[in-house]
């Protein structure tokens, strides 16, 4: 069956300019989660989506960063008027509901940011 | 503030010597604890996963690692390494109340000589 598929797998964007990534998670996880990883580093929570109910925003950054999943599937995780320092792997994971559920990763979107 | 601690950076071993590597978390009640593989280029792949019970959990790959609460630590072993586990092993763990999320050590990553 088809895994969690991110798009676009590399962008490559100016300073200042907006950026949407893509996530479309494996069909009937409830959860979704974003993560973002700096080169040499773990990956770190972005947010938490319980169906279309974005429950936990506690680790976007700044309010230039936003996420949805508006219908309970597909998510989109925006970044607004983008940062050099916004340059990094972004992941995303799907899962079942519940902590011991696994999250199974995409690929991952590499952003640069020049 | 919770943390997952991996002491180690980088790794190297000779293909079929024994390996493990360490993982230690915060201080708190029992979380659920993981290790994730990232092979260059891929995504995370789930090793394996504890969350109650037996403290030695059997993973893929020939992996395995224990559970020790009085050193709160989540030790990922290996009895004889192959090429092919060349990768980078991150430790994650999810803290009670923490609505899901996955907090994750800054990795080790394994070299493997021949």
């Known amino acids: 069956g088809a895994g969690v598929s991110q798009s676009p797998r590399y962008k490559v964007t100016k300073r200042g300019q907006d950026v949407a990534l893509r996530c479309d998670p494996i069909?009937?996880?409830?959860?979704l989660y974003w993560y973002r990883q700096a080169l040499g580093q773990g990956p770190e929570f972005l947010t938490y989506?319980?169906?279309?109910?974005?429950?936990?925003k506690s680790g976007l950054p700044n309010d230039r960063f936003s996420a949805e999943r508006p219908e309970g599937s597909i998510s989109t995780l925006t970044i607004q008027r983008t940062e050099q320092r916004d340059s990094a792997m972004y992941r995303c994971?799907?899962?079942?509901?519940?902590?011991?559920?696994?999250?199974?990763f995409g690929p991952g979107t590499r952003l640069l940011v020049l | 503030a919770q943390s997952v601690t991996q002491p180690d950076i980088h790794i190297t071993v000779s293909e079929g010597a024994s390996l493990e590597l360490r993982c230690n978390y915060s201080?708190?009640?029992?979380?659920?604890l993981f290790w994730y593989v990232q092979s260059p280029g891929q995504g995370l792949q789930l090793l394996l996963k504890?969350?109650?019970?037996?403290?030695l959990v059997q993973g893929i790959k020939g992996f395995e690692a224990e559970f020790k609460r009085s050193q709160s630590s989540f030790n990922l072993r290996k009895p004889s390494v192959h090429w092919s586990d060349a990768a980078e092993y991150f430790c994650?763990?999810?803290?009670?109340?923490?609505?899901?999320?996955?907090?994750f050590g800054a990795g080790t990553r394994l070299a493997v000589h021949p």
């Open positions: 504890y969350f109650s019970g037996d403290t």
């Open positions: 994650a763990v999810v803290f009670s109340g923490g609505y899901n999320k996955l907090i």
């Open positions: 069909s009937g996880h409830v959860s």
């Open positions: 201080y708190g009640a029992t979380p659920y």
């Open positions: 989506f319980n169906y279309e109910a974005q429950q936990d």
């Open positions: 994971a799907s899962s079942m509901s519940g902590p011991q559920e696994t999250q199974y």
